[in-house]
Every structure is written in C-alpha cells, then in structure tokens.
C-alpha cells in the first residue's frame, strides 16, 4: 500500500496559524518532491509549496511567499506546511502530493505527480 496522508486542517479566524502535515505510508519520501496544491470551490487546483528531497530546495507560490513555510522531517516521513498570517482566500482543501522530480522552481501540472492524499480543509474567517 502507498499512501498520503494529510492532517492538521480545520477552521482560523484571518491571521491566524494552522500546521499542515503529510505522512507518508507504504513508501519513503527520500526519492520523491513533496508538494502542496489547494483547490477552493469554484477554483482550479493550484500548486502552493514543494520540496525537493533530492537538494532541499523549495518553492513557493507568490500568494503564500513569505507567509507559508514547508519542511519535512526525515525521521517520520513526514512533510510540514506551516501557515502563517492567515487569509480567507486561503481557504481550499489542501492537498499533499508526490512527485519522483520536479524541475527547481516549479511545481509542475498535477497529473505529472504519483500519489495523492486525500486532502484536508483549510477555513479562514474573518
């Protein structure tokens, strides 16, 4: 079994903070570039974060730059995005993904990635 799960979602009122994780199952993340899409209703889904486990090299969407943070801790085979100065128009699902290479500074499209997990929601209040 190969499997992504995500935790940590759920409601913050505007500038709040909420962590993210994403646990892989089945699979080391050693071979794989981790990233974070979010996909609101009535938006298409759209890349937030990676990290490239071959360099540690991350990117980060313009909207989230500076505000988002993504890490991963290699003992529990696990990805981190924390999330900082909260704003409505962050709220989605957000979803973790993997993906055997991206090239440095892309996400890439998502049907190029190989696991999905099942998402988590992310609600910002103001």
């Known amino acids: 079994q190969v499997q992504l799960v995500e935790s940590g979602g759920g409601l913050v009122q505007l500038g709040g903070s909420l962590r993210l994780s994403c646990a892989a199952r089945g699979f080391t993340l050693d071979y794989y570039a981790i990233g974070w899409f979010r996909q609101a209703p009535g938006k298409e889904r759209e890349g937030v974060s990676l990290i490239r486990y071959s360099d540690g090299s991350t990117y980060y969407a313009e909207s989230v730059k500076g505000r988002f943070t993504i890490s991963r801790d290699n003992a529990q085979n696990t990805v981190y995005l924390q999330m900082n100065s909260l704003k409505p128009e962050d709220t989605a699902v957000y979803f973790c993904?993997?993906?055997?290479?991206?090239?440095?500074?892309?996400?890439?499209?998502?049907?190029?990635?190989?696991?999905w997990g099942q998402g988590t929601q992310v609600t910002v209040s103001s």
């Open positions: 993904a993997a993906d055997r290479w991206v090239e440095a500074g892309k996400m890439g499209v998502p049907d190029e990635y190989d696991y």
